[in-house]
């Protein structure tokens, strides 16, 4: 007998021209975060990265970044980079 593990995948980001491109942005990558393809307390890329692959500004992208930070999806340490929030009664991920 085999299972398949039920996986939500996110649509590629297409803007909507009639919304805040800096919404959409945010609603995609916390889209992506509740689907499981970034993972609780998983680095994120830089944010000049992000917003080249979201083909945005660099300020887009922080604006974006402001509201998911608003919403406790994502941390940024200085120096350290931005991650994704984690559960706080779970275990760090392993190193291995």
């Known amino acids: 007998m085999s299972f398949s593990v039920l996986t939500m995948t996110v649509p590629p980001?297409?803007?909507?021209p009639l919304r805040l491109v800096y919404v959409q942005v945010a609603e995609h990558i916390a889209?992506?975060?509740?689907?499981?393809?970034?993972?609780?307390r998983?680095?994120?890329p830089p944010e000049r990265?992000?917003?080249e692959q979201?083909?945005?500004g660099y300020n887009t992208l922080r604006?974006?970044?402001d509201v998911l930070r608003d919403r406790g999806l994502i941390i940024t340490m200085h120096g350290r980079?931005?991650?994704v929030a984690g559960q706080p009664d779970a275990p760090p991920p392993s190193e291995g």
């Open 13 to 16: 980001f297409e803007p909507d």
């Open 31 to 40: 889209a992506r975060i509740e689907a499981g393809e970034l993972p609780p």
């Open 42 to 44: 998983s680095k994120l």
């Open 49 to 51: 990265d992000l917003a």
């Open 54 to 56: 979201y083909h945005v």
């Open 63 to 65: 604006r974006a970044m």
């Open 81 to 83: 980079g931005t991650y």
